[in-house]
């Protein structure tokens, strides 16, 4: 499984975008770049998924190059409730469709008022 | 039911003892998986059953650990002879299936507290 890198803290004001980069050098072609949220004593819940390109759904954005070497997460106006750790994961869904995901340490990510 | 369904959701136990976690997983999803969360710290991979398929145990720390998911629903982990470094928050996370499926993201539950003392 690729190994992920990405920053340990980020802080941001309300209202502010926020982009969180990983780099996933090692990507593979089969491999899938999936983001998580998770809150104190909470579990991780899924943000975004994507494969290559723009992938936009109503909580983020993100975006992958071509060489699929890296990722940005794009939080839009972020607000103090956004204040989590967020995990940036590789892997591959395997022939039958399920991919057995490998957490690195997150980016923890501060918003102030 | 709505969401994967974990218990207890805090056990405190004496070192040496066996304690049991239980998870209900999504109704109709597939996969199953066993995390472990140290404080402070990121998501350690157990243990996932998939389908009728063997589980792949390659996350397991080592032979105190075991897991069982029965009927491809309910799923238990048992970890023998507890000892203090096992303290963590043991998640459970289930998935849908298919590649082609619109959600492809876990979900996890919120996870047992474990604390060995």
């Known amino acids: 499984l690729a190994k992920t890198t990405q920053p340990i803290s980020m802080d941001s004001y309300e209202g502010q975008e926020v982009n969180i980069t990983c780099s996933h050098n090692?990507?593979?072609?089969?491999?899938?770049i999936t983001w998580y949220q998770q809150f104190p004593s909470q579990g991780p819940r899924f943000i975004i998924q994507?494969?290559?390109t723009k992938v936009t759904n109503e909580v983020a954005s993100l975006f992958i190059p071509a060489d699929r070497k890296s990722s940005t997460l794009s939080l839009p106006r972020v607000s103090l409730s956004d204040t989590a750790v967020y995990y940036c994961?590789?892997?591959?869904?395997?022939?039958?469709?399920?991919?057995?995901?490998?957490f690195g340490t997150g980016t923890r990510l501060l918003v102030s008022p | 039911g709505a969401g994967v369904s974990q218990s207890p959701s805090n056990k405190v136990t004496e070192k040496g003892k066996d304690v049991e976690l239980r998870c209900d997983p999504i109704?109709?999803?597939?996969?199953l998986y066993w995390y472990r969360q140290s404080l402070g710290q990121g998501l350690e991979f157990l243990i996932y059953?998939?389908?009728?398929?063997?589980?792949?145990k390659s996350g397991l720390p080592s032979d105190r650990f075991s897991a069982e998911r029965t009927g491809g629903s309910v799923s238990t982990l048992t970890i023998q002879r507890t000892q203090q470094e096992d303290s963590a928050v043991y998640l459970c996370?289930?998935?849908?299936?298919?590649?082609?499926?619109?959600?492809?993201?876990?979900?996890f539950g919120s996870g047992t507290r474990l604390t060995v003392v």
């Open positions: 996370a289930s998935s849908p299936g298919p590649r082609d499926s619109p959600n492809y993201g876990y979900t």
């Open positions: 090692n990507i593979a072609t089969n491999d899938y």
């Open positions: 994507g494969y290559k």
């Open positions: 994961l590789v892997g591959d869904r395997g022939n039958t469709g399920f991919q057995k995901l490998v």
């Open positions: 109704s109709g999803h597939t996969a």
């Open positions: 059953f998939q389908g009728n398929s063997a589980p792949d």
